[in-house]
Nanobody, 122 residues
């Protein structure tokens, strides 16, 4: 059984930065591709960023150039560095472990964390 625990969310002003962390346990983390999704109130969960086990990265157009996904296999942790935050980035952020399928679709991921709230004020 895999457990994912996110942390690092909070309330910030527009233009500021946050770094989210996701600690994984229960499975070989280094061979798994990991991603971040987010869900704003009344909206569907959407893809934010992904980092393959090989190091390849993908980003949603809305965060490209502002967000960066990284991982530390020694710590079984994946990070999301978020810079130049905007009010539209406000959402609950989830990390997820890839199972198979389309890499930007939530259904391709079979393990999820509980989420961490990010609120960006204008």
């Amino acid at each position: 059984q895999v457990q994912l625990v996110e942390s690092g969310g909070g309330l910030v002003q527009a233009g500021e930065s946050l770094r989210l962390s996701c600690a994984a346990s229960g499975r070989t983390f280094s061979s798994s591709s990991m991603a971040w999704f987010r869900q704003a109130p009344g909206k569907e969960r959407e893809f934010v960023a992904r980092r393959n086990w090989s190091g390849e990265t993908y980003y949603a157009d809305s965060v490209k150039g502002r967000f960066s996904i990284s991982r530390d296999n020694a710590k079984n942790t994946v990070y999301l560095q978020m810079n130049s935050l905007k009010p539209e980035d406000t959402a609950v952020y989830y990390c997820a472990m890839f199972a198979g399928g389309s890499v930007r679709e939530p259904k391709a991921y079979n393990y999820w964390g509980q989420g961490t709230q990010v609120t960006v004020s204008s």
